[in-house]
């Protein structure tokens, strides 16, 4: 099993490597996510309440000073309940990173030969939890103010967090047995193997699942088919070997399980969508990227966060981007600035609450993130060029006059 993992950075390492970038948020969770799983990992570090979080289907309680980590076969969402509500820090960061931050690669592989009795929640006494607490609000407050460099912040942060998780974790071991789903057992292995000639059946045998179990059981929770799962692994760790400039991109593509070079960039390009040569040059060159594409980005962002109380100092952060750079984007590409935008998207939604939902415009202003409904009524009449309640009744094909 150890042959498999042949990339710590000891191996690659290169005076050009670049950690890629990492994004902290803090934020107050008070509604259920959705199921999801990223391309990243992440680091949940719970600050104040109580809620569930469910991982692969498994649920599990989370309270004040946990610390969740979640990798990306992790298929995962936080649930809360009633009125209660979640304080955390969000820490997400590339596979690359973590790669750099694994010189010893005996203890790389004795985490990974400990991944099927893994808890990926652990909790820390105070005194842990306080200097976590400032490590990650001292990284937090650099990323709003300092444009400069933050690689040796974000190197010692995605150490530290990793090494109280493990450390932590090894005597949770002994204290409670964890049983994992199949469906989990699936992802975590095609996760840790991926480098090998895996098929369905092989995967059924080494354990000891059903053949019949691995596609349906998959999907389920993943949405993806054994081999788009597999391909999906495989090109996500080809993209965190790519800022290693000392490993060729065929060399790359063997390491990750690709027997042809024509497939590996064949797979790469429907994934990624791009080559592996411009994906290359994009990590050496991050000034080739289209400036659009970044807009389009910073408006995806705010669409998805608009119902939130959001600041441009909060966006900053969260997208690692500079408070001029985000409105300097805005108004080239779209003629418009951040808070524009933004109120521009609250009020689209408010609309659609007006109209579909037959909701007041008090409780309307609130769950499209205005803080009262004067400063919604006024942004919507500039956007509509009429009020919240005349255009409900324009829609209703009642007359507008009193």
């Known amino acids: 099993m150890t042959e498999n993992f042949p990339y710590t950075s000891v191996d690659y390492f290169s005076q050009k490597f670049k950690p890629a970038d990492l994004s902290i948020r803090k934020e107050t969770i008070t509604k259920s996510e959705t199921k999801h799983y990223r391309n990243e990992i992440e680091f949940l570090i719970i600050l104040s309440g109580t809620a569930a979080i469910e991982i692969n289907n498994t649920l599990f309680s989370i309270n004040e000073g946990d610390i969740i980590q979640l990798m990306p076969y992790h298929v995962n969402r936080l649930l809360i309940s009633g009125k209660q509500s979640l304080e955390l820090y969000r820490v997400r960061f590339s596979i690359g990173l973590l790669l750099l931050i694994s010189t010893d690669k005996t203890r790389y592989l004795n985490a990974i030969k400990n991944l099927d009795r893994s808890i990926p929640i652990t909790s820390v006494d105070e005194n842990t939890r306080k200097q976590i607490e400032f490590l990650c609000e001292t990284v937090y407050v650099e990323k709003q103010t300092n444009l400069g460099n933050m690689e040796a912040l974000h190197i010692s942060l995605v150490a530290y967090l990793s090494y109280f998780s493990h450390k932590t974790q090894s005597r949770k071991f002994q204290e409670k047995e964890f049983q994992r789903n199949p469906a989990w057992k699936i992802v975590e292995y095609i996760q840790i193997h991926h480098q090998e000639n895996l098929s369905p059946s092989f995967v059924s045998k080494e354990l000891a699942i059903e053949e019949a179990m691995i596609g349906p059981s998959l999907f389920e929770l993943t949405g993806k088919s054994f081999y788009q799962l597999l391909n999906q692994v495989r090109i996500r760790n080809a993209a965190a070997l790519f800022q290693y400039d000392d490993l060729s991109i065929n060399q790359i593509g063997k390491i990750c399980g690709y027997r042809s070079e024509a497939y590996f960039y064949k797979m790469f390009k429907e994934i990624m969508q791009m080559t592996p040569l411009e994906y290359r040059k994009g990590l050496s060159n991050p000034s080739t990227s289209g400036k659009s594409y970044d807009a389009w980005e910073i408006a995806m962002y705010l669409l998805e966060n608009c119902r939130k109380e959001l600041s441009i100092v909060e966006a900053a952060a969260g997208m690692n981007l500079s408070q001029k750079k985000i409105n300097h984007l805005l108004?080239?590409?779209?003629?418009?600035?951040?808070?524009?935008?933004?109120?521009?998207?609250?009020?689209?939604?408010?609309?659609?609450?007006?109209?579909?939902?037959?909701l007041p415009v008090q409780e309307t202003a609130l769950l499209v993130g205005f803080s009262?409904?004067?400063?919604?009524?006024?942004?919507?009449?500039?956007?509509?060029?009429?009020?919240?309640?005349?255009?409900?009744?324009?829609?209703?094909?009642e007359t507008t006059d009193h």
């Open 331 to 358: 108004s080239e590409t779209f003629n418009t600035t951040f808070k524009d935008m933004l109120n521009q998207f609250r009020v689209q939604i408010g609309r659609t609450f007006l109209v579909s939902l037959d």
């Open 372 to 397: 009262d409904s004067t400063s919604f009524i006024r942004n919507f009449k500039a956007f509509y060029g009429v009020t919240p309640k005349q255009l409900v009744k324009k829609e209703k094909g």
